[in-house]
């Protein structure tokens, strides 16, 4: 989230520190194994990096993010025992080997992510264990056989499901916008998730393998699913007949297989569904109708293309043997258009009559016309008070000094930070400016704060670098990401030992990370 290079310190110390984001660098080399010593250590994210090697042992996590790096070797064995882990994603990395059977004894699991790697052989029975598991991708490898049968002890995937909430982490009041940790690819676009909005998402992607055998029935029973992609595969066989118990389904891709028979009815019954792809494979017989399919294929006409036995509409090829059916249909539907119309021209046809008796009425009686245009006045008079008294609240004070601890309006005008000569004095103070359209450089008046303690600039425009001057001796919380700062790590922070959260993700930061970030002992959360 910055543009940090080089390697990790060797010995990165923090022994307090909780949260650990590096994503979106260019760091590179192995991951330092001092790391493992983070007995504290529940979030890891050094996603989008070009960190290689085998990965290290890692402390008891519940959060690791380590895609887009080089990352090779098999499956990590230290994994066994992380029975607390809820989200990993190892995607886009070069490890190889079977996914063990052992995956299934990691009962917290939510998010399971390891597309795109080298992993072959099976996929293992015992994956079905996981109880909580809501999102499964293992697109984009070599793995073959049968999909499990026993689907259905996905439980987490059915509507079913207690309520779908982050772990502790996200319920103790932080949500930094730097955790944009999970890519999925639905409806052939790349969407990318905050952590806590990553556990709304439930679906299943096999897109990619080469998997053969039939779609387990057991699958309509996830009736939680929102993407289900087993696209670029073998399998044969039937769509399962009941496909329509997936209401909430709005992705649904088993192009590129050897699927054979007919569509089932009950596909019309996704009223949900916004993105459909059935190409490519062998099915035969009538296409279902629909308004949600017919505005698919509408939108992406290509949804049906590769099965030369499908007929009817919306295709120009006709279905032997069901024309009187078809007429029959024919007939129904016109009687259904008639019934329509008539609904609607007596509908607008009463609108038109009434509007034209008030209309007259008021034209032709003068007491009314007044009585009706002062009730209009009162009301446009009640609606600008209520909306002048409502923004003069919003901005009735500009820092006064019993409001340090509120927020700056979103619609503050963009001007630059103001010298702070009116907090001097403070023993103890954490002003909150974040989210607002603050330019210009951070001013050095602002180092005269030796009772600074909190300081939020996040989501704003400022720029520059952070100057020597920077010091705070006293700070525990510093929030500085997603503005425009550059430079390389602010050296000024070495003497800030008090520091429990760090934040400079989102900026044009360069350099090294410096060996000295791990004297900051008492740092728990660390985002660059």
Known sequence: MNNFSGHLPIEFGAPNLEVLVLSSNYITGHVPRSISNMQNLHYLDLSNNYFYGELPSMPNLLYLLLSNNIFSGKFPSWLQSFSTLVFLDLSWNKLEGTIPTWIGE???????????????????????????????????????????LSLSNLIGMTSKHPERLGTDWYNTGVRDSSLDVLSLV?????????????????????????????????????????????????????IPKNIGALKALESFDFSRNNLSGEIPLSLSDLTSLSYLDLSYNNLVGRIPRGRQLDT???????????????????????????????????????????SRMFFYFGLVSGFVVGLWVVFCAILFRTSWRVAYFRQFDKLYDKAYVF?????????????????LYTSIPFSFPVAALPTVRWWRGKSSISPRLSSNYFIGHIPESICELHGLLAFDLSNNLLDGELHESFQMPKMVFLLLSNNNFSGKFPSSLQSSSTLVFLDLAWNKFYGTLPSWIGDLVNLRFFGA
């Open 106 to 148: 990691l009962a917290g699991l939510r998010l399971l992510h390891i597309s795109h790697n080298m992993f072959y052989g099976e996929i293992p029975v015992n994956i079905t264990n996981l109880k909580q598991l809501q999102l499964l991708n293992l697109a984009g490898n070599n793995l073959s056989g049968s999909i499990p």
């Open 186 to 238: 639905i409806k052939h676009q790349e969407l990318k998730y905050l952590a806590n909005g990553a556990f709304h998402m439930v679906g299943i992607d096999l897109s990619l393998n080469n998997l053969t055998g039939l779609i387990p029935d057991g699958i309509t029973s996830l009736n939680g699913l929102v993407n289900l992609n087993l696209s670029w595969n073998q399998l044969s066989g039937r």
């Open 296 to 338: 698919l294929y509408d939108n992406e006409q290509s949804m049906y293309d590769g099965n030369s036995g499908l007929c009817g509409p919306p295709f120009e090829r006709n279905c032997s043997g069901n024309n009187a059916a078809e007429h029959d249909s024919q007939k129904t539907s016109v009687n259904d258009l008639e």
């Open 387 to 403: 909306v002048v008294v409502t923004w003069a609240r919003q901005l009735e004070i500009k820092y006064p000094s019993h409001m």
